[in-house]
């Protein structure tokens, strides 16, 4: 009997060893519960063929000749070299049929030579569309041999907390991919372009990533890597910033159709809200943008905007400053209708006005216009539109 129990006590040992060396060397299962585990690697199998690569070239007289032959003959006033810039970045095809790529415009910027690099190595010189500096995007175009273009999302439809995956090609390393999450939307004032409403995310961006696609998980495009808030070493703190879909498709289309972009106008002067004004305009939540003046028989005199009114929301987005309303006009196009919520002697109004163009001239009132510095300054201001 002893020795059953000694067989027993042996056997129940070597199964308890057999249960931690198999621990030790587990690997993680491809499913848990019968449930196949989360990878984004399907869905970058269809979005990253859309994502490119793109080189340029431009001449630049910053060096001199050191040959001892011009030396010789020109001595201090020997004629500049014309030197090559090199400059790397990233690129989203949104038209296979066309072969349509949209960029930052700062990527191609003075580029006599732009070249496209895609995913399966073949590559393509491209010529420029157009550009819209003022809000940092291009079109260029390369021959459509077998392309794959992205799909597009409306960035109105983020939160913040969604995930995402931005695509591009940092450090001229080629094609990379990181994720993170939508750390805030709206951003603007940040002097990066005229025309701001980024997208904030901490999916690592470096420079190279510039052009690159942000998507969604399902591989939608909801915007274009554009900056980042660089450390000491100009790499990734985990703060970067995307131009979002709905911008990049309103510019992306005018481009294609006309090479520029035309910027409507309201005809108002705007400014931000001081802690005086929000007491005094009885704002709970301090946001909004001050009319400071109306230019006469714009739209915005038309549809009953007077100075002094304060816009708090445009086609039922909230404006947050002046800034933040200066991009959302913007992005319109020509004739196109607004609806705008106002605050007016404490209570809520409401008008429709349509986006048009008009000259830069401010509503100088008469007792300014006596002043000598008055007529110099009279074309004079950032944020009238």
Same mark, same amino acid.
């Given at each position: 009997?002893?020795?059953?129990?000694?067989?027993?006590?042996?056997?129940?040992?070597?199964?308890?060893?057999?249960?931690?060396?198999?621990? #030790?060397?587990?690997?993680?299962?491809?499913?848990?519960?019968? $449930?196949? /585990?989360?990878?984004?690697?399907?869905?970058?199998?269809?979005?990253?063929?859309?994502?490119?690569?793109?080189?340029?070239?431009?001449?630049?007289?910053?060096?001199?000749?050191?040959?001892? +032959?011009?030396?010789?003959?020109?001595?201090?006033?020997?004629?500049?070299?014309?030197?090559?810039?090199?400059?790397?970045?990233?690129?989203?095809? +949104?038209?296979?049929?066309?072969?349509?790529? +949209?960029?930052?415009?700062?990527?191609?910027?003075?580029?006599?030579?732009?070249?496209?690099?895609?995913?399966?190595?073949? $590559?393509?010189?491209?010529?420029?569309?157009?550009?819209?500096?003022? #809000?940092?995007?291009? +079109?260029?175009?390369?021959?459509?041999?077998?392309?794959?273009?992205?799909?597009?999302?409306?960035?109105?439809? /983020?939160?913040?907390?969604?995930?995402?995956?931005?695509?591009?090609?940092?450090?001229? /390393?080629?094609?990379?991919?990181?994720?993170?999450?939508?750390? #805030?939307?709206?951003?603007?004032?940040?002097?990066? =372009?005229?025309?701001?409403?980024?997208?904030?995310?901490?999916?690592?961006?470096?420079?190279?990533?510039?052009?690159?696609?942000?998507?969604?998980?399902?591989? =939608?495009?909801?915007?274009?890597?554009?900056?980042?808030?660089?450390?000491?070493?100009?790499?990734?703190?985990?703060?970067?910033?995307?131009?979002?879909?709905?911008?990049?498709?309103?510019?992306?289309? $005018?481009?294609?159709?006309?090479?520029?972009?035309?910027?409507?106008?309201?005809?108002? =002067?705007?400014?931000?809200?001081?802690?005086?004004?929000?007491?005094?305009?009885?704002?709970?939540?301090? $946001?909004?943008? /001050?009319?400071? @003046?109306?230019?006469?028989?714009?739209?915005? =005199?038309?549809? @009953?905007?007077?100075?002094?009114?304060?816009?708090?929301?445009?086609?039922?987005?909230?404006?947050?400053?002046?800034?933040?309303?200066?991009?959302?006009?913007?992005?319109?196009?020509?004739?196109?209708?607004?609806?705008?919520?106002?605050?007016?002697?404490? #209570?809520?109004?409401?008008?429709?006005?349509?986006?048009?163009?008009?000259?830069?001239?401010?509503?100088?009132?008469?007792?300014?216009?006596?002043?000598?510095?008055?007529?110099?300054?009279?074309?004079?201001?950032?944020?009238?539109?």
């Amino acid at each position: 009997m002893r020795t059953y129990k000694l067989i027993a006590s042996f056997l129940i040992l070597l199964i308890s060893l057999s249960g931690v060396l198999n621990v #030790a060397h587990a690997r993680l299962p491809a499913t848990v519960n019968g $449930q196949v /585990l989360p990878s984004l690697a399907d869905m970058l199998a269809r979005v990253t063929p859309a994502v490119v690569n793109i080189s340029t070239e431009a001449v630049e007289g910053s060096a001199k000749l050191n040959e001892p +032959v011009y030396q010789h003959f020109f001595g201090k006033r020997m004629p500049a070299k014309k030197a090559k810039r090199i400059g790397t970045g990233s690129g989203i095809i +949104v038209s296979a049929l066309d072969g349509y790529i +949209v960029t930052n415009a700062h990527v191609i910027d003075g580029a006599k030579k732009i070249t496209v690099t895609l995913k399966d190595q073949r $590559q393509f010189y491209a010529t420029l569309v157009g550009k819209d500096s003022k #809000a940092d995007i291009a +079109v260029i175009r390369i021959e459509p041999d077998r392309l794959t273009a992205i799909s597009i999302a409306s960035s109105k439809n /983020l939160r913040v907390g969604d995930f995402v995956v931005a695509i591009g090609n940092p450090f001229g /390393l080629g094609q990379s991919v990181t994720s993170g999450i939508v750390s #805030a939307l709206g951003r603007t004032g940040l002097g990066i =372009e005229d025309y701001e409403n980024f997208i904030q995310t901490d999916a690592s961006i470096n420079p190279g990533n510039s052009g690159g696609a942000l998507v969604n998980l399902r591989g =939608e495009l909801i915007g274009i890597n554009t900056a980042i808030l660089g450390g000491r070493g100009g790499g990734n703190v985990g703060i970067g910033f995307a131009i979002p879909s709905d911008m990049i498709v309103n510019i992306k289309d $005018q481009l294609v159709k006309n090479g520029r972009v035309i910027r409507g106008k309201l005809g108002i =002067e705007i400014q931000d809200l001081r802690p005086a004004l929000v007491k005094a305009f009885k704002l709970t939540d301090g $946001q909004g943008a /001050l009319i400071s @003046g109306v230019v006469s028989n714009s739209p915005a =005199e038309i549809a @009953g905007i007077r100075e002094g009114d304060v816009i708090t929301r445009i086609n039922g987005s909230v404006v947050s400053n002046s800034s933040n309303l200066k991009s959302m006009i913007g992005n319109l196009r020509l004739g196109s209708k607004v609806s705008m919520e106002y605050m007016r002697d404490g #209570a809520i109004q409401k008008s429709i006005a349509e986006v048009g163009l008009l000259d830069n001239k401010r509503v100088v009132p008469k007792a300014e216009l006596t002043k000598p510095a008055a007529k110099k300054n009279y074309y004079k201001d950032l944020w009238s539109f």
